[in-house]
């Protein structure tokens, strides 16, 4: 009877189990929207794991992961966390491409634990010390071969490494890949379009015989848009002086008899050679 008992209760777990991942596989690949699919892997994590925190963090190409969505972390400061490779438990689920664990972390650190976890002056020993952690489990999140970052789950007291946990992680890690994949393809398409509707509209400004100082404020309201920054100045080539003078501007103000040689200067080399430079 009682080897009936746990047969029928690991069955039950097993159907629980896979009730959680099928339901996360459907919202993450009913919608292309990476918030609402991050929120529902951190959700499934936890449910699958039972742990106390979880977080799902993306690397970004400064070589950074950099927290998504989380559950169970400071509100104030998980924004503002990052873990370099090999750092943390995440970091090193992402450098190694494969699950780390750690069964008590007061007695076996996090790798690069006295290194900034992303708030100056603030370690990630720190970090986990205050958050009350002492076992975590990592997975990576690969897509096609490209590692796009990890998630990791916290216990706030240590245990043995479970390889039904592993497993099941890594499955929802596999899930979730996927989905950021086809959501970043999405927001790419998205911002292509944005930027080929601004690049319309500045040349349909530019057809209409407007005046030059219309159309050159135009420019660089769509240059702004197309590149996300608010900032942007406009110089044309004098070339009495050899200058570059400002002829309009978004953002920050700038004094209008504003001048740059065209020898000294990043905008000068453009103007001269014709092409681009990235600072």
């Known amino acids: 009877v009682a080897e009936n008992a746990r047969l029928y209760g690991e069955a039950q777990a097993q159907a629980g189990e896979l009730a959680v991942l099928h339901e996360v596989g459907t919202t993450v690949t009913s919608t292309l ?6 929120d529902a892997v951190v959700d499934a994590a936890v449910r699958l794991s039972g742990a106390q925190q979880c977080s799902v963090l993306e690397l970004e190409a ?3 992961l950099y927290v998504r969505a989380q559950r169970g972390f400071d509100e ?9 490779l090999g750092q943390g438990a995440a970091g090193v689920a992402a450098q190694t491409r494969a699950p780390f664990f750690a069964a ?41 071969g490209t590692v796009l970052g990890a998630i990791s789950v916290f216990w706030r007291q240590p245990r043995a490494r479970d390889e039904r946990e592993v497993r ?13 994949a086809h959501a970043r393809l999405h927001g790419a398409s ?9 690049l319309l509209r500045a040349v349909r400004t530019i057809l209409g015989g407007l005046d030059t100082k219309t159309i050159l404020e135009s420019i660089v309201a ?8 608010p900032h942007v ?10 200058t570059l003078r400002l002829a309009a501007v978004a953002g920050s103000p700038v004094p209008p008899d504003f001048a740059l040689p065209l020898s000294e200067s990043y905008s000068g080399q453009v103007a001269t050679t014709g092409l681009p430079v990235f600072v």
């Open 33 to 38: 929207d990476l918030p609402t699919v991050l």
């Open 62 to 64: 400064d070589n950074r």
């Open 76 to 84: 104030r400061r998980w924004p503002t966390v990052s873990l370099a």
């Open 104 to 144: 008590d972390i007061e007695r076996e650190p996090l790798p690069l634990d006295d290194a900034e976890a992303g708030l100056p002056g603030v370690t990630l020993r720190e970090t986990v010390q205050r958050d009350g952690r002492r076992a975590a489990l990592a997975v990576p999140l690969i897509s096609k």
């Open 168 to 180: 099941l992680l890594t499955r929802l890690a596999q899930q979730a890949a996927v989905a950021m």
């Open 190 to 198: 998205l911002r292509r379009a944005e930027e080929l509707a601004a």
């Open 222 to 229: 769509e240059a702004a848009a197309i590149a996300g920054t």
């Open 233 to 242: 100045n406009l110089l044309l080539v004098e070339r009495d002086t050899a």
